[in-house]
């Protein structure tokens, strides 16, 4: 059984650019949570989705949007790209919106 | 902030051991989960204990909660060196997580 997937791997950027990650979650999960990890601190809370709906949101502006396709696979979209949104993005799929959080591996974005 | 926040930032022992780390929030929670993160990697989930546990075990690790005080440990015992790695709690309220910002443990062989 795999677990979460997340492409791609690693990402360089141009600030004001756009950019698009993936999550796959584990089979027979339906919630995914999207979370932004600067170097040396804890993951931030993004924003959570479940049936296909954004469910919590973060303290994150409307620069990060997501979607969740029917097959609970989840998008995160970042618009005009910071320095600052530098990070470690993680993704992170459960049973249900209050269970235990399986993660993937992370997507490193560099915005330079 | 509504985050946890992890004591110590870091802690060094020697292998045998047993390693202490304790975190402390500001809401009511649904319920309280710890993670280990190996340099910079993906989070592995270790033990979730609910708002109405009060203790929580699973092989070498014990978790307690106090609701009250707000605050949960996480205790390792006989510690390994493939311990070594960052150790984050992470509150649930309402379905939002919040993290805080780690204990780096290193263990010595």
């Known amino acids: 059984d795999a677990g979460v997937t997340q492409s791609p791997t690693h990402l360089i950027k141009t600030r004001g650019q756009q950019v698009t990650l993936r999550c796959s979650p584990k089979?027979?999960?339906?919630?995914v949570s999207w979370y932004q990890q600067a170097l040396g601190q804890g993951p931030q809370f993004i924003f959570q989705y479940y049936e296909e709906e954004e469910r919590q949101r973060g303290n994150f502006p409307d620069r990060f949007s997501g979607h969740q396709f029917p097959n609970y696979s989840s998008e995160l979209n970042v618009n005009a790209l910071l320095l600052g949104d530098s990070a470690l993005y993680l993704c992170?799929?459960?049973?249900?919106?209050?269970?235990?959080?399986?993660f993937g591996p992370g997507t490193r974005l560099t915005v330079t | 902030s509504q985050q946890g926040e992890e004591d110590p930032q870091a802690l060094s022992i020697q292998e045998g051991e047993n390693a202490t780390m304790n975190c402390s929030y500001k809401?009511?929670?649904?319920?309280l989960q710890w993670y280990r993160q190996n340099s910079g990697r993906g989070l592995v989930h270790l033990i979730l204990?609910?708002?109405?546990?009060r203790e929580k075990h699973s092989g070498r690790l014990r978790v307690t909660l106090d609701t009250s005080k707000k605050s949960s440990s996480l205790l390792i015992t006989a510690s390994r060196a493939a311990d070594t790695a960052s150790y984050f709690c992470?509150?649930?309220?309402?379905?939002?997580?919040?993290f805080g910002s780690g204990t780096k443990l290193n263990v010595k062989p």
């Open positions: 992470a509150t649930n309220n309402f379905n939002k997580f919040y």
């Open positions: 089979s027979g999960h339906d919630t």
């Open positions: 809401t009511s929670i649904n319920n």
């Open positions: 204990i609910r708002s109405n546990e």
């Open positions: 992170a799929s459960s049973l249900d919106p209050r269970g235990q959080g399986y």
